[in-house]
């Protein structure tokens, strides 16, 4: 059951920009964070940006003034605006939600929920 649906991910050159987009469907009780991590090979999955249902943001020190996080909380989707592209981007792209759903028909499952990751790879 895929419940986070990302795009936006591809080749591009250093210095230039590319928008990551992640929808969360199915029977959504609640979202309280939804949010961005990577990992490149061989590295640790890390945090890039993440928002809460009130707006509020938190950045990783090394995206901060590059990247730009948001979301439409009406189409339970968030965006990563990435700008200023480093070569040091380059990595697999996790879109997560934090909340609460009912999945199988009546479960109920909090935690958090992950894409299955997109790639980003930027060329010098």
């Known amino acids: 059951q895929v419940m986070l649906e990302e795009s936006g991910g591809g080749l591009v050159q250093y210095g230039g920009s590319l928008r990551l987009s992640c929808a969360a469907s199915g029977r959504i009780l609640r979202i309280n964070t939804m949010g961005w991590y990577r990992q490149a090979p061989g590295e640790q999955r890390e945090l890039v940006a993440s928002?809460?249902?009130?707006?509020?943001?938190n950045y990783a020190d090394s995206v901060k003034g590059r990247f730009t996080i948001s979301s439409d909380n009406a189409k339970n989707t968030v965006y990563l605006q990435m700008n200023n592209l480093k070569v040091e981007d380059t990595a697999v792209y996790f879109c997560k939600s934090e909340g609460a759903r009912i999945i199988q028909g009546t479960k109920l499952m909090t935690g958090d929920f992950w894409g299955q990751g997109t790639q980003v790879t930027v060329s010098s």
């Open positions: 928002i809460g249902s009130d707006g509020s943001t």
